[in-house]
């Protein structure tokens, strides 16, 4: 039976440096998947394990169908599902198209669960799960409103499904990033003007993925790399929400840009 990793939204940004950081582990296979054929495709000429590339859009049910036949065909023992596939979009609730904030949801929430459980039969007893949330998890954030509510869903997702799992000793690791340096922010632009123009810390994201993997090792369940991350997850526990949001509109200075209603 082969020991392969799974790895979603493997093109760019963290889903790929999970990619190049797992290509010493000794897995037979390294199964990337995402939607930009030619991200996989660089990302496969710089991995030295065997790798197979899916170019899938986790939006779309004929693509869980295709997984799900994948799995059914291979038998593979999958040690370790890595689940990075998602996105955001800054903005006031009526910059962000519709659609657009529908397919944020589908994509970071239902994408994650169907890509889980439909690898769950298949990872072994002992294997590790990492789903990328990230520290907006831990607070209502407005006009990063339905992406951090995203995350949020992700992590008390990961929380109760590594309880879940206990019985079989699967461990689920959720990823809880402050701003990293990524391709994220060229999608999460939905307007002309900067939303977010206060940033308190960018992170590296290979260092953000090597500290998420020495986490899962470990069978923490997260991974809050960096001093400033784990202060923002303490402070979003001792200060009251509405104070937390006054801060965070005050940083933004979103009473300048954007009316009340």
């Not at 030295?48 to 059914?72: G, V």
């Not at 990063?144 to 689920?172: D, G, H, M, Q």
């Not at 990033?177 to 308190?200: G, L, M, N, S």
């Not at 992170?203 to 001093?227: H, I, P, W």
Request: proline letters at 3%; aromatic letters at 14%; a positive charge.
């Amino acid at each position: 039976m082969k020991k392969i990793a799974v790895v979603t939204g493997a093109s760019s940004g963290i889903g790929k440096e999970f990619a190049l950081a797992i290509d010493s582990y000794n897995f037979d296979e390294i199964w990337a998947i995402a939607l930009d054929k030619e991200g996989l495709i660089k990302l496969k000429e710089n991995l030295k394990t065997k790798s197979r590339i899916f170019e899938l859009d986790l939006t779309n049910n004929d693509s869980f169908e295709y997984y799900k036949e994948l799995l059914l065909k291979e038998n593979p023992s999958v040690e370790l599902l890595i689940n990075c596939s998602g996105f955001g979009k800054f903005g006031r609730y009526d910059e962000i198209d519709l659609d657009q904030s529908c397919n944020m949801i589908d994509l970071n929430c239902k994408g994650t669960v169907k890509m889980t459980e439909l690898t769950l039969p298949y990872i072994p007893n002992f294997g590790r799960i990492i789903q990328i949330a990230s520290i907006s998890a831990f607070s209502p954030i407005p006009y990063i409103n339905v992406y951090a509510s995203t995350k949020a869903f992700l992590k008390s997702y990961s929380i109760a499904l590594n309880e879940e799992l206990k019985p079989r000793n699967i461990s689920v690791t959720c990823v809880c990033p402050f701003w990293t340096k990524t391709q994220f922010f060229k999608r999460a632009k939905a307007t002309e003007h900067d939303v977010i123009t206060y940033y308190a810390v960018m992170y590296d994201a290979k260092k953000v993925v090597n500290y998420a993997l020495n986490c899962s090792k470990k069978r923490k369940l997260f991974s809050l790399y960096g001093l400033t991350t784990k202060f923002m997850a303490l402070l979003t526990k001792i200060v009251p929400t509405k104070i937390f949001i006054f801060i965070w509109r005050k940083q933004q200075h979103f009473d300048k840009k954007y009316w009340r209603k």
